[in-house]
């Protein structure tokens, strides 16, 4: 868990400011990978947020090791990667229908929902190892990164939602459903086998606060 600071409720009501999303990551990851992610989250900001919560405000997207010292931000969001990210190339493996544990969670104080998101990057690869018909497209690391970077920034909008509408409540379609399949991940992604149909497609958790 990580710790809150005194002022950290009162940034979850700036979501209407300038914002900066500022992404941490618990291993290393490729350079390429974090290009992927940076661009793809700001994509999904930019594309996918509900009108009513879109507002004017300027979202930027960058990595937490690289943010300069003593840099001043009218609101902030912090990301944390956990877990392997770089999804590592393994054989395709079998899973039960629902996994368990969450694919991102948030922090809620008091009631009060944080700008902290936590996603689980290993949890992630699960559940895309899981589809056959992903496999060849995971072989090629270009394609590898995409799809995870994709799988990444649905599960930050997700939480992000959460964050801006001060609401764990979920509907039953779109981004803001509880619980994501592979094909839910990669909505949007151009790779054809992200597309393609599965009889009985394991799925996880999108998201839960933690907390009071």
């Not at 001043?72 to 368990?100: F, M, Q, W």
């Not at 995870?148 to 959460?162: D, N």
Request: include cysteine; charged fraction near 20%.
């Amino acid at each position: 868990m990580i710790a809150r600071s005194a002022h950290a409720a009162d940034l979850t009501s700036g979501l209407d400011k300038p914002t900066t999303v500022v992404v941490f990551s618990d291993r290393r990851m490729e350079p390429q990978l974090w290009g992927d992610i940076l661009s793809l989250a700001q994509q999904e900001l930019a594309t996918d947020r509900p009108p009513a919560i879109s507002g004017s405000a300027i979202i930027t997207v960058i990595r937490g090791d690289q943010m300069p010292l003593g840099i001043k931000v009218e609101s902030s969001i912090s990301v944390y990667l956990h877990g392997d990210c770089n999804l590592a190339l393994r054989s395709s493996i079998a899973l039960p229908h629902h996994i368990t544990g969450a694919l991102g969670w948030v922090e809620r104080d008091h009631g009060r929902i944080l700008p902290f998101v936590h996603i689980d990057c290993s949890l992630i690869g699960d559940l895309l190892r899981s589809r056959p018909a992903l496999l060849a497209a995971l072989a090629d690391p270009t394609q590898r990164f995409q799809v995870m970077s994709y799988a990444i920034a649905r599960v930050f909008l997700h939480e992000y939602l959460h964050i801006a509408t001060q609401s764990d409540a979920h509907a039953r379609y779109g981004v803001t459903k509880s619980e994501f399949d592979v094909k839910d991940l990669l909505a949007g992604a151009p790779m054809t086998a992200a597309n393609t149909e599965d009889n009985d497609r394991p799925h996880a958790a999108a998201g839960r606060a933690m907390g009071r």
